[in-house]
């Protein structure tokens, strides 16, 4: 969806430094924070298998997804690497499946007096 309207989704001094938080906007679940003095929002949903992106961290400039470790750049929405995870007993390691994943979907976003606001 495209209506090309900003909505407000908090107050700036909600949204601290190195800080996430996911607000629903219309039916989407959009996560947005603020990254080294940055904003950012994406779609919380991992491009991987779909988990919540709201509960994994930060390493640099990526977001890192908590459930296989897939990690996206929030401002380019770039897939950037993937740690090793395991399964069961065994370590899986990097190979070129990984790269086949999408990269984040990202939106819009901007400040203006004391507001965040997100355009899908
Ligand atoms: S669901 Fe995010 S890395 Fe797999």
Not at 51 to 76: P, Q, R, W
Not at 85 to 101: F, G
Request: with cysteine; glycine share 8%.
């Amino acid at each position: 969806m495209n209506d090309g309207y900003y909505r407000p989704v908090c107050r700036s001094d909600e949204l601290k430094d190195d800080s996430m938080r996911v607000f629903r906007v219309d039916s989407t679940d959009v996560l947005v924070g603020r990254r080294n003095g940055k904003l950012f929002a994406c779609n919380n949903s991992c491009p991987h298998r779909g988990a919540s992106l709201s509960k994994g961290e930060f390493k640099d400039d990526n977001i890192v997804c908590y459930m296989h470790g897939y990690e996206y750049n929030v401002f380019t929405g770039k897939l950037e690497n993937m740690k090793s995870w395991k399964k069961e007993e065994t370590w899986v390691e990097q190979n070129p499946e990984w790269r086949k994943s999408g990269d984040l979907v990202l939106y819009e976003i901007k400040e203006h007096g004391g507001t965040v606001y997100v355009r899908l």
